[in-house]
């Protein structure tokens, strides 16, 4: 068996809910999951229907973007993965899809405003889009560069990428994360769920205001602060 | 067996269908059920996924929140429910929900108008969405003021809690109740329902007028008043 | 064995194909299907769970609404039905819903314009919105009132029923009818249909035309026409 | 057996994808699949419902649009398809939905325009919306006019049916084609997505803007380009 049985089948299970959770049509999306004692993750392999995906079938790769062990060919999405695996290295995983809200979010290149208290549950802050690339990177190693993009929009804002698991990359789609594979998928759900109610927020009033700074910090201590008091401890 | 083994039951029952009926996204929601001759009532688990819940995991709670019986930690909304079977004494079930129009309008801080007979079925009025708490209320016991801001919406606006089984909380979410935690279920489906149509309305018509009060009256009476004909008695 | 068995069997057939076609929320709708030699119609019984029905549930009512057969008490809007059999006597089966986006015309008090050919291929007709009810109306017997209101609608602006089967009562919702209660089944999930792509339409261009006449025609005469050649003959 | 059995298995299997899929209301849809070596096409009967297709219920048709083979009548958009396979000699299916977004962009008289990857990974252009038909055309052979207002739409525009795989047809509805009839549903499926998304784009900003230049040529390269890497070669 595989050393790498425990993030094949990580990386299978949390790819094989993104069309459970209706994220996805045909194969727009991928989820991966890291070993970092190991220095590698596993990716969906690239074009293949979920109904067909099964844990040997995932690619596993190390954080230069080099396949490692699997006969496919990893997702072209797979140097966006690594970068981002190799910069931050508090995340296990990472999921990709052009889910319709967030998307339509992305593509109108604007942050999704933090306008109510599900939002706030997750994060404190809008929801970032960075800017589409510049005709450089996307000339350049394109998937390699959408990873900086993502990196860079962190850096530049001063956000942390551990309080902040989402992105919208300008243009093209979201992208989640978290400390495992299943996190990232959850998050991938709840970006949706608030890319959703945020246009219609706007639809049912134009001016709605951002929440206020006192329920954004409280939401989201019930449930991260060091005094968090949601779900089983 | 548990002396509150019926209130076990009926929360269970009525928890499990708030992902039946599409009103919310992983834990994203709770219903209650009391017995008031016991003075307690039974509620969900804090961040327990639906489909791990059973009747002897439901939380029983006294109506200052104390905890009765159960291991697990109940629902983070539990004061709120608390605060609302104390102040509110004839109804039975509460469930609060992030369903996804009815939480654009509290987003929006906007009241749901009457915009057709199908509100009017349930409500004379419209639907109330009560401001953002202040900075005070926030810092303070979060959930037992949520209790009290809804409560204080009510009175201000001269509102009965039997005849309005809905609400908005500003920026957050929505709360039903009823007589039963049954009655609070079917209630957080209409709101949703009534919610959609809603947004809907004002955009095919920017200027649609709310429902004339003749047929508000009619409505409302014909399923609820003295002479009520909907249904089997 | 009832005498009425057929129009039992066929009203509870329509019945069941609402909630499946997504056309109502717990019972917010009813159908019924009529036998003319016979003089009667049978119909859902008030406030019964779909899941609950059976064909010897209906409701057996005369074109006068009295009821003929049944322990139940018959739909809330059985004198609408009622009425509308009476009047217009080439009918066999009628549909009432507030399904979301045709109850959102209602409630916008506007006709759904033909915006194009999914449309025409049902009637050449935008579908008409009655205005809501006058409070005398309201005041009188409202559900044989709502029926009157359909009619007069249709005569005043010279249209036949035979053409256009179906009709949005402002701030209430659709009715829709036909030959058979399938037939007018059938004629609510179009009408749902066509409501929803006609507010997509303006939203993309709020200036968007309505049909140019020869396609109107054209699209009618395809399914309609004494020249017709869609379906099998 | 018949020496059309291929096609008739691929015409059927590409059918039944229509209402799993959610493109089609009732039997509002077609899918037909060609060989061009024996000069005729498999297509769906007129008005049957998909529940009762079969395989052998299909209609052989010649490229004129004769019956070659089969008891039913072709769907009534047989001569559109008929053109199409006629004028365009690479492609071997072609599907015809009146999906509800792609329809609505049609009845809104607009092309859809470039906004993101997930549109660029099929196409580099907008998608067309051919002009609605000139009453000539309509009162001609209308569905034979059909195929030929597609046809001079590319001319006119001189843009390429292998790039561009799909096209509104201005007041109807969308139509889509491939190599196979499996990726003719497949466009159609994307093609919903993207008007889908598109709507949502403008909604959230008005101003959106396309896509850059350098994102659409290396998304569709992607894909398609000599150096294409997704999927599995």
Redesign the interface.
Known sequence: MSKYQHIREEAYQANMQLPKLDLV??T?GNASAADRSLGVFAIK????AYENLSPDKMVIVDFEGKTVEGN??PS?DTLTHAVLFKHWDKIGGIVHT?S??A????????DIPV????HADYTTADIPCAP??S?EM??GN?ESETGHQIINCFSSRQMNYEEVEMILVG???PFTWGKTAAKAV?NS??LE?VA??????????SG??R??D??IK?HFE?KHGPDS?????
Do not use: C
Request: charged share 15%.
């Open positions: 049509l045909f727009f392999p690239s074009g293949v496919l060919r072209s052009h319709t809200y998307t339509a979010w992305a593509q109108a290149q604007r306008f109510g208290t599900t589409p690339m005709d996307i000339k394109y243009n093209h789609a959850h759900a709840v769920y959703r109610m945020a246009i219609l927020t706007e639809q049912i009033n709605a205001p929440l206020k006192a329920l409280k019930r008091y949601y779900g089983q401890s």
